[in-house]
């Protein structure tokens, strides 16, 4: 399904709406769809009802964490250096430097049941992976995403307003961190079944008795 | 895994009926036979009725995801045998189908037929258990599960002498199969296929027309179509539902558009339509491999461009999706181009099945629960990952 | 009539309890520890060390090249390296694993590591009757536990260990095959020498990086080594170009 016409078709249809398409260089060629959280659940219930598009069937429901990345990109400046006869205008090659926008994000793959056709990909991305890191939960028009918006809640931390019951449900409720995000560290006795891997066995003893063992463990 | 988080004495109080009784909490599980691993239900009973049903996940967490982050995409294979170990052999193929569309691989023809062939025989000894596994939770203890044992068992050996390992498989290989299949293993398979109807025939003899089970499974746990579509619901639920979607008629991934079968169909989406949907799912799969089987053609059995060490996708990203025997399983991936994919995402059909488990058991007796997620079929190394 | 579907199945019951006195099909279980079911040729456990010749450590296939401990999805295989040199399983010198421990409670039998050793000398076992008494030091193999004789391959793996054996001979044929140029040879790695040991062996006159595959009648013969697709073979060849010029790439994967 191109997403050109379906982009223009919502952006007719909701005004107001912010759309950007994704774009995926990889050979498999499922672009995706960029939504504004604000107006996320119009769309969602456009995309779901509207008679041709009847998209009833939500598939597939992802977190996925994107740190802040450091990118660095070569472009041409054009300079005033000092050459042998003064001043002249070159074309010098600057490593220009930027830090990538911290945010946390949710794919959903979406599917007709009933005209079988799809995947429409959704994206929606939070403002940052600190504190401001509230979506919209599509738990009310799709119930396929109660478990999975609850896991990513539980796995990445994302907060879903308007999910009936968000809870975690793979990690226990005093558990605090969320393992899923790419900065997560583990705490050093996580693997309190050791095993005969000396660096397992000297972490764990280093863990419960507090010394650091000498030697092979 | 969390518990239910109520206030201790605002809990009692909820639980006070108003005619004077008393409703009660049971924790089924995780220990427990009936919930087919560590799985847990916290249930609220009214006498013998349900009112109330949380299930409660988490036991068998592993976070297979985040291993995943850190291994290579081969390192990622042998991992999915875990997810649900009944069906390694269709994990393999959801994750391969997932990295072939990421990295735009082409899989040969023979490959292409082995793994309909391995894929298939997995759906006949899941299909197999998993009625196995429902009889023995209505109280049928013993005899048809293993009978259907008996089965699986020359399909596991088959698994064995081709893949190495019954139950974890570690079969296919990105752009083809691991290896090839051995002399006389064709000929063992079909003659492994040609009897799977006279089993299913006995098995049938020896249940369908029970009235006991009758009794027991009709009218029990029933979804009706609109909701098993909105909770995402896939595979044989609902397909026993009415719904008419298998993903090897709506894809066609693979090359199942070569195939002549049928989708089995149910009216009602109860727990006997759900039992039957199976037996029926199992005469066509058998079609299926008498079909694949006459056709395999001669050829390479994997891609030899692809590259077993130091395989890096470009940046991008894909979701493969397949039929696997309990639903819908799919595979999302995305690539920065590095030989660890950055996400790896697996949309276990187990887990998703289990959404409306509350709305199927709410006014049963509490012995119902145990068939209905019994015909459900969930295996817990998918659902907590 | 209410419950002729209850006796019709006890009459299949019947007919499969009898059934099983005489169709060996019904009875499809053997009484264990007495009794072993018959072993499938292609089945796997844990991985094992292969060596040549009579002694164990001397003829280690090994050249403690770290490719399966980077390889190992769970992480399971410890291997320190030597310092100094011995001839290989071809006759190149190489280094030799110091230490090759495998913690099998960690294991996970997933072949990975043979399917990605370019020296053939980590093969899967089939013994499985293994118990220990303690998670911890029994369930830590060293590379004496793990070492197992050529001999003993052949006897659990016999197809696939006579496809590796003709593999081997091959190669060793073409190291000894004096090289009129080592640069072309390291070059063109895959071209196989014309000798009479490649000649008899289907496995090493197909050129592994053409690009069609050996034929299937060749490789369904030989279900292991089938899955050796020209990469596995061309590492060997690139991690050993001549005798002048050793072992440089093992470092060169380790280090990656």
């Known amino acids: 399904m191109t997403l050109e016409p379906l982009k223009a078709e919502l952006e007719a249809n909701i005004p107001g709406c912010q759309l950007e398409i994704v774009n995926n260089p990889s050979p498999s060629g499922q672009h995706s769809l960029l939504i504004d959280p604000g107006h996320a659940l119009a769309i969602a219930l456009y995309l779901r009802d509207a008679a041709h598009l009847r998209f009833d069937y939500l598939s597939n429901v992802t977190g996925v964490d994107w740190p802040s990345r450091e990118l660095s990109e070569k472009i041409k400046v054009k300079k005033i250096v000092d050459g042998p006869d003064g001043p002249v205008e070159k074309e010098v090659d600057e490593v220009v430097k930027t830090q990538t926008h911290a945010h946390l994000e949710v794919v959903y793959h979406l599917y007709s049941m009933a005209l079988k056709h799809g995947p429409v990909i959704l994206r929606m991305r939070t403002e940052d992976r600190a504190d401001r890191v509230h979506l919209p939960s599509f738990t009310p028009i799709w119930r396929s995403a109660d478990f999975q918006e609850r896991e990513i809640f539980d796995l990445y931390g994302i907060l879903f307003d308007g999910h009936p019951d968000l809870r975690r449900i793979l990690m226990w409720d005093e558990f605090e961190d969320f393992p899923m995000r790419r900065d997560y560290v583990e705490p050093d006795d996580y693997e309190y079944e050791p095993t005969a891997h000396d660096d397992v066995l000297k972490k764990t003893i280093a863990h419960y008795t507090g010394e650091t063992p000498g030697g092979a463990a | 895994m969390s518990t239910l988080t109520l206030d201790p004495i605002a809990a009692k109080a909820s639980l006070l009926k108003k005619d004077g009784g008393q409703l009660l909490e049971v924790s089924m599980g995780p220990q427990h036979p009936s919930t087919h691993g560590v799985f847990r239900m916290d249930v609220v009973l009214d006498g013998e009725n349900v009112v109330k049903l949380k299930p409660i996940f988490g036991y068998l967490h592993r976070n297979h995801e985040k291993i995943a982050e850190d291994e290579t995409y081969l390192g990622s294979m042998p991992y999915t045998d875990r997810l649900d170990y009944f069906c390694s052999i269709t994990n393999n193929w959801a994750y391969a189908l997932a990295v072939e569309s990421l990295a735009g691989i082409e899989v040969p023809e023979r490959a292409q037929y082995i793994r309909v062939i391995t894929a298939e025989l997995t759906r006949l000894q899941n299909h197999a258990s998993l009625v196995g596994f429902l009889m023995q939770d209505m109280g049928a203890s013993g005899t048809p599960l293993m009978y259907a044992f008996r089965e699986r068992e020359k399909i596991l050996d088959l698994f064995e002498s081709l893949t190495g390992a019954r139950m974890m498989c570690n079969y296919m290989r990105f752009g083809g199969c691991r290896v090839d299949l051995p002399t006389g293993w064709l000929d063992q398979a079909k003659k492994v296929v040609a009897a799977f109807p006279k089993f299913l025939d006995e098995f049938e003899n020896l249940l369908v027309s029970n009235e006991i089970l009758m009794a027991r499974t009709q009218g029990v746990g029933i979804i009706p179509a609109e909701l098993i579509v909105n909770a995402g619901i896939t595979g044989p639920l609902l397909r026993a539902s009415g719904v008419n979607y298998d993903l090897r008629k709506v894809d066609k991934y693979g090359i199942y558009d070569r195939f002549t079968f049928r989708v089995p169909l149910g009216d009602h989406g109860d727990v006997y339509d759900r039992y039957m949907i199976r037996i029926l799912e199992m005469r066509e799969s058998v079609k299926i491999l008498e079909q694949a089987m006459r056709d395999i053609p001669e050829g390479p059995f994997t891609d030899p461009k692809t590259k077993v060490r130091n395989f890096r996708p470009k940046p991008g990203e894909a979701y493969g999706r397949i039929e696997a025997p309990k639903g819908e399983l799919g595979f999302y991936l995305i690539s920065d181009g590095s030989p660890n994919p950055y996400r790896y995402r697996v949309r276990p059909p187990s887990l998703i099945n289990l959404t409306v488990l509350e709305e199927m058991c709410l006014n049963r007796n509490i012995a119902d629960v145990v068939i209905i997620l019994g015909s459900v079929d969930i295996v817990m190394g998918e659902v907590d990952r | ?256």
């Open chain 3, 1 to 256: 009539m209410f419950g002729s579907g209850v006796l019709k199945g006890m009459a299949e019951t019947a007919r499969n309890f009898l059934g099983s006195y005489v169709d060996k099909d019904r009875l499809t279980t053997v009484q264990y520890p007495e009794e072993h079911a018959p072993r499938i040729e292609a089945s796997r456990n844990f991985p094992f060390l292969v060596y040549d010749g009579p002694d164990p450590m001397a003829g280690l296939r090994c050249v403690s090249c770290f490719i399966c401990e980077k390889e190992c999805p769970p992480k399971c295989i410890i291997i320190e390296k030597s310092t100094d040199k011995k001839p290989d399983a071809v006759g190149k010198p190489q280094a030799y694993p110091v230490k090759f421990n495998i913690d099998v409670s960690v294991c996970m039998s997933c072949q990975i590591c043979v399917e990605v050793c370019p020296f053939d000398a980590i093969k899967m076992d089939v013994d499985f009757e293994q118990t220990a008494t303690s998670r911890f030091d029994a369930l830590l193999r060293t590379k004496q536990q793990l070492a197992k004789s050529n001999e003993y391959y052949h006897q659990i793996h016999p197809t696939e260990a006579a496809a590796v054996d003709a593999e081997l001979a091959a190669a060793r044929a073409k190291a000894a095959a004096p090289k009129p140029a080592p640069a072309v040879a390291a070059a063109k790695p895959a071209t196989p020498a014309p000798t009479s040991a490649a000649m008899a062996s289907p496995v090493a006159t197909a050129p592994p990086t053409a690009a069609p595959p050996a034929p299937p009648t060749a490789l369904s013969s030989r279900p292991e080594a089938a899955c050796r697709s020209g990469e596995t073979r061309s590492a060997t060849t690139e991690a050993s170009p001549t005798p002048d010029a050793p072992a440089p790439p093992a470092k060169e994967t380790a280090s990656e």
